[in-house]
């Protein structure tokens, strides 16, 4: 085999376990949706309990992500990448392990830290969230590496993996809860890729980020992130790019289940917006080329608004073909936003590195921590459609931003990407 052959393989190799790895991610995310009622009346949390015990899966993918921003250039991000597979195996077994507290029926927990089992559901979704936040640190700025040339491109194929576990996640999910299987052995499906995967970056050596590669300095990194204005605008809209896409995607299965009638069906939602996500960004991950990204955001910002506010126009007992309308013009609104979003980051700030990157990656995540007990309060109080119709409206600022942020591009020639 030809040298630039072994080089294929290899970067293949490598390539294909990250895809791995964000599709155990992203059924993390799946199978945590499904299981969020079973969990509730086993623990006796309410709606918005439940929101809180989700929060520091978010808040411990946030501080992952950011710490590997650093880690990936000191550490390395073979290490790094095998200790996520690791955490993911850790926090379900915490999750499984924690006891059940003894109340009456209908009584609720006083607190989220009142019971050990509570206590330790929080650790393990903890655990769990520092894993996800540990793979999204390591494989965008790997997939960056690997294909200087092609990143948007590359990004959104590696990207179209976290809509395809929440489809093969939720399916199971389904699977399962129409043959009655409890909700412990659904999570500790997730225990299936983790291992696949750890074993795959164990066997292959990894290249250095592009970063170090590339003989730029840490002080470089971080004056080639902070110096550029640019950079703070995709940082605070990240934050509601990621409200948008993924705060409802949480929710989906528990809303779409009451308002169209179909309970446990909610979920059949979700893996069909992930089904459209996967096919979009997989077979058309190149649109981001041939079009402005700027643009590529516009019409996602604006898709993304109409859909959400019609799913949250819904009346309980919607019929389901006007659910998954409403829920077709959502699912392509979203499909770019993240990795359209990665691959401006890594295009315009080339310096930045892994920094910058994982930066804007965390600030998604920590929007989500934000906005899962905020969207939770409004399906307790105010119903289902009012959790969904909230959202909608954070696309209106998107709109405003990048439209101004495309005009801003124009009148310097248009969108070009940038080189160290």
Request: charged share 10%.
């Amino acid at each position: 085999m030809s040298d630039q052959n072994n080089v294929h393989a290899h970067r293949t190799w490598l390539f294909i376990a990250s895809c791995i790895s964000l599709l155990t991610t992203s059924m993390v995310f799946a199978i945590r949706g499904d299981i969020s009622g079973a969990l509730s009346a086993d623990f006796h949390l309410s709606a918005e309990q439940m929101g809180l015990i989700w929060g520091p899966a978010f808040w411990g993918f946030t501080l992952a992500i950011f710490a590997c921003g650093v880690l990936v250039d000191v550490v390395g991000m073979k290490v790094m990448h095998a200790i996520s597979s690791i955490g993911y195996l850790v926090g379900i077994g915490l999750v499984l392990a924690a006891p059940k507290p003894e109340l009456a029926d209908g009584a609720i927990v006083e607190g989220i830290f009142a019971t050990s089992g509570t206590t330790m559901l929080y650790i393990g979704f903890l655990v769990m969230g520092l894993s996800q936040g540990i793979v999204e640190g390591v494989i965008n700025p790997l997939a960056a590496t690997i294909y200087p040339d092609k990143k948007g491109k590359m990004l959104n194929i590696l990207h179209a993996w976290w809509p395809a576990g929440m489809i093969i996640g939720g399916l199971l999910a389904f699977a399962m809860s129409k043959g009655g299987v409890s909700w412990q052995v659904k999570i500790s499906t997730i225990c299936i890729p983790a291992i696949i995967y750890l074993v795959m970056c164990l066997m292959r050596k990894y290249p250095q980020t592009e970063r170090v590669a590339g003989g730029v300095s840490f002080g470089d990194m971080v004056a080639g992130t902070f110096t550029k204005p640019l950079f703070f605008v995709i940082f605070a809209l990240m934050w509601l790019t990621a409200a948008v896409e993924l705060g409802p995607d949480q929710w989906f299965p528990a809303v779409m289940g009451e308002l169209t009638g179909m309970n446990e069906g909610g979920i059949l939602f979700l893996c069909y917006t992930a089904g459209l996500m996967f096919i979009l960004r997989f077979f058309f991950g190149g649109v981001v080329h041939k079009f402005s990204p700027i643009l590529v955001l516009i019409v996602c910002s604006v898709l993304t608004g109409i859909g959400l506010f019609w799913l949250g126009s819904l009346k309980e007992g919607s019929p389901a073909a006007i659910a998954f309308a409403a829920a077709t013009v959502f699912g392509i609104g979203k499909t770019y936003f993240w990795p359209t979003m990665l691959g401006v980051v890594s295009e315009r700030f080339p310096k930045g590195g892994a920094l910058a990157m994982n930066l804007v990656g965390g600030a998604g995540m920590l929007s989500i921590a934000v906005v899962l007990p905020i969207m939770g309060g409004a399906f307790d109080q105010l119903g289902p459609g009012a959790a969904l119709k909230t959202v909608s409206y954070l696309t209106v600022i998107l709109i405003v931003a990048f439209a101004v942020m495309h005009l801003g591009f124009q009148k310097k020639g248009g969108y070009k990407a940038e080189e160290i």
